[in-house]
Nanobody, 125 residues
Framework: QAQLVESGGGLVQAGGSLGLSCVAS????????VGWFRQAPGKERKLVAT???????YYSAAVKGRFTITRYNFTNTVYLQMDTLQPEDTAVYYC???????????????????WGQGTQVTVSS
């Protein structure tokens, strides 16, 4: 049973940067894809970025070129560096692990098995 814990959210002005961390424990981590999602009030949870064990990545169009996802398997950690933040990036950010997929990328929320509790990111204009 894997557990994921996010940290690093907060309040930042538009144009600023934040870094989020996701640490996994209690299960295998290294071969499975990990994703970052976000959910704004009244809206559905959407994929921001995902990374597989080889470091291959996918970014949503909304964040491509501004956000960077990286992982360090020896510490079971995935990071999301967010630059040039805009008010529309305001949301609760979640990391998630797809424990049923090895070596690939996973793009949709229902295919992820384990979720963190979320961390709030607020970008002021």
């Amino acid at each position: 049973q894997a557990q994921l814990v996010e940290s690093g959210g907060g309040l930042v002005q538009a144009g600023g940067s934040l870094g989020l961390s996701c640490v996994a424990s209690g299960g295998t981590f290294g071969v499975h894809p990990v994703g970052w999602f976000r959910q704004a009030p009244g809206k559905e949870r959407k994929l921001v970025a995902t990374i597989n064990n080889n470091g291959n990545t996918y970014y949503s169009a909304a964040v491509k070129g501004r956000f960077t996802i990286t992982r360090y398997n020896f510490t079971n950690t995935v990071y999301l560096q967010m630059d040039t933040l805009q008010p529309e990036d305001t949301a609760v950010y979640y990391c998630a692990l797809d424990a049923r997929t090895d070596y690939g990328l996973t793009y949709v929320a229902p295919e992820y098995d384990y979720w963190g509790q979320g961390t709030q990111v607020t970008v002021s204009s």
